[in-house]
């Protein structure tokens, strides 16, 4: 099974109630390769670092068995981070930083070695470039879709156009709100459903 990861590798920082952690490893294409390299090992990763990238995080997904070829290393900028605080229940978190850097101008080309993927993970960056993605891939069987408060504040033109492209969408409750604009659950998922996420 051979899975395309597409998304954000990041340094966080991360505040809980219990402990915070500076600039350690994260980003949506990191955990999505991560926890896939258990289940499948064709892994491919298309993502972008900057210069202050750590090597020990690179040789981390190696271990993984993660195909990193498609993985950009810029000597023009730093990584990605985001700092966020979570609450007790540690589902709600509010963003306090948001650092694009070298992810804002992120603009991947599929390798040809990687178009014929049949799954595809849209982790969490701007929907204009998950769709340019999607525009390179061969025939996949199915799309997952992730996204955050980011992009649904900045770019939510682009996010829904996106979201019609895909058979799966993971987001997390307040993204969820924020996006439906109900604050109830069921009625949120309803709505996403109904609004976005409908298939003929």
Not at 5 to 31: H, N
Not at 127 to 151: E, G, R
Not at 157 to 186: C, G, H, M, P, Q
Request: hydrophobic letters at 40%.
């Amino acid at each position: 099974m051979s899975l395309l990861v597409i998304g954000s590798l990041a340094l966080d920082t991360i505040e809980t109630p219990f402990g915070k952690a500076e600039r350690t490893l994260g980003g949506s294409a990191t955990f999505i390769s991560t926890s896939a390299s258990y289940f499948t090992n064709q892994v491919r990763l298309v993502g972008i670092v900057g210069y202050d990238f750590p090597e020990e995080e690179i040789e981390f997904l190696k271990s993984k068995k993660v195909d990193i070829s498609g993985l950009e290393i810029s000597q023009t900028g730093k990584t990605f981070h985001w700092h966020g605080k979570y609450d007790f229940d540690l589902n709600t978190r509010e963003t306090l930083v948001t650092e694009l850097n070298v992810f804002e101008t992120f603009d991947p080309v599929i390798s040809d070695n990687f178009k014929d993927s049949e799954y595809v993970c849209l982790g969490n960056l701007h929907p204009a470039i998950q769709m340019k993605v999607l525009k390179q891939i061969s025939n996949p069987k199915l799309i997952m879709c992730d996204t955050m408060n980011f992009w649904i504040e900045g770019a939510k033109e682009d996010l829904l156009k996106t979201l019609k492209l895909v058979n799966l969408l993971v987001i997390n409750d307040s993204e969820a709100r924020e996006l439906s604009k109900e604050f109830n659950l069921v009625s949120a998922a309803k709505k996403l459903w109904n609004w976005v996420l409908k298939f003929s």
